[in-house]
């Protein structure tokens, strides 16, 4: 570390790092000397990436080909109002740069794939996952064992969040567990929602992303303990912590007692996420009609039952005048439904309705149902932009 030196800019800057008797001018010189590269600049990604170049990251990387929403901004601080519907990448680049000029950071506008993550990751020393899918997560956590380099992850929902350090190799040459070993295999599909669907409290990517960025600097600065091997997790609602330790699973396929995967698989086949073939092959068995047909429905004055099976808390966000009959309230709902005239189903993006459509064809015999293509966001980008996108 000799060759890192600062400028008198940059010394009275860290100063509140050097003067910590553990850290001193040997750490700060390890933040500089680093590369980090950080995937998503979302809800965990903002407040990472603002702490770690406030540290003093020397060279930051940020995966993000997403463009900026106002229904962002409510928990990814990074941006503000002026940035809707710029990249992500970009924006949060000219933000990291005003914050602090004496980095590099560098935005990279792509996807993150099997086919691009070697490349990408291999110019970094630790990568930090701000991502919020599980295909990106096995993705990142493969890619970082075969390049042996660290991997720093987080998730929330809702309330709660988690964190830990995978793949960490401490000073003794051992090699901590990894993703795959807390999660060997991912949950069914729609289990999980994402928190564009379940919803996620503001301030919590806030504070989960926050002790991610911590874990990123200890892990760069050797001070302290990181959470290799442990699971922090975290529930905002009850102000409640406890850390689980991590044992390491010797079937692991990719660096197990005997592992049979060698290099990067498809992680979308994998986690079980439907491609655009197989959401064509499910639509077709599923009778729709487009926004626009509704509205010419209407106007008509055709005679047709409109459902919302949506949240009651989503209702109050924003309806467009359907009968409010929840998803979970599917039993109770087939009396309510007419059996003689066209019946529309709609949710917020025409996912949810489409399985209540095809659960009711199968299993009570209906036979005049549609479902809402595109649902919710559908009518409000095609017919009343007003209405508030959530």
């Known amino acids: 570390m000799d060759h890192i030196s600062f400028s008198n800019e940059e010394l009275a800057r860290y100063s509140r790092h050097i003067l910590i008797p553990e850290f001193q001018l040997a750490a700060q010189k390890c933040l500089k000397a680093a590369s980090v590269l950080v995937i998503g600049s979302g809800g965990l990604g903002s407040p990472m990436l603002q702490y770690l170049a406030a540290a003093g990251v020397g060279k930051i990387g940020i995966v993000d080909f997403d463009r900026v929403e106002d229904s962002n901004l409510q928990r990814q601080v990074l941006f503000g109002t002026s940035s ?15 914050l602090n000029p004496f980095i590099e950071v560098a935005a990279i506008n792509e996807m993150l794939t099997s086919e691009n993550a070697m490349r990408l ?32 992850y987080a998730s929330i929902f809702q309330f709660e969040g988690q964190v830990s350090v995978f793949n960490y190799r401490n000073q003794a040459g051992e090699t901590g567990p990894n993703y795959r070993d807390l999660f060997p295999t991912p949950p069914p599909p729609g289990m999980v929602p994402s928190c564009a669907e379940g919803g996620v409290l503001g301030v919590l990517p806030g504070i989960i992303g926050s002790v991610q960025a911590l874990e990123v600097i200890k892990v760069i600065t050797g001070v302290g303990e990181p959470l290799s091997g442990r699971l922090f997790l975290f529930d905002a609602l009850q102000f409640f912590s406890r850390v689980l330790s991590i044992p390491k699973d010797p079937d692991n396929p990719i660096n197990g007692i005997s592992p049979t995967q060698t290099g990067l698989i498809d992680y979308e086949q994998f986690c079980g996420v439907p491609t655009d073939k197989d959401l064509e092959e499910q639509a077709a068995d599923v009778k729709e009609i487009d926004v626009l047909e509704l509205v010419k429905w209407q106007k008509e004055g055709k005679f047709f039952q409109l459902i919302d099976v949506r949240e009651p808390y989503e209702y109050e ?15 109770e709902m087939v009396e309510k439904i007419a059996r003689d005239i066209p019946v529309v189903f709609h949710c917020r993006s025409g996912k949810r309705s489409a399985n209540v459509v095809r659960a009711l064809e199968s299993e009570q015999g209906f036979k005049h149902l549609y479902n809402l293509k595109g649902g919710i966001l559908a009518y409000i980008e095609e017919i009343d932009s007003s209405l508030p996108k959530y």
């Open 121 to 152: 990751l291999a110019d970094y020393d630790v990568v930090a996952d701000g991502s919020d899918n599980f295909p990106t997560r096995y993705l990142v956590n493969d890619a970082c064992v075969l390049l042996d380099k660290p991997y720093v």
């Open 84 to 98: 809707i519907g710029e990249l992500k990448a970009e924006e949060a680049r000219k933000r990291l740069l005003d």
């Open 317 to 331: 966000i924003v309806n467009i005048g359907g009968e409010l009959i929840p998803q979970a309230l599917k039993a």
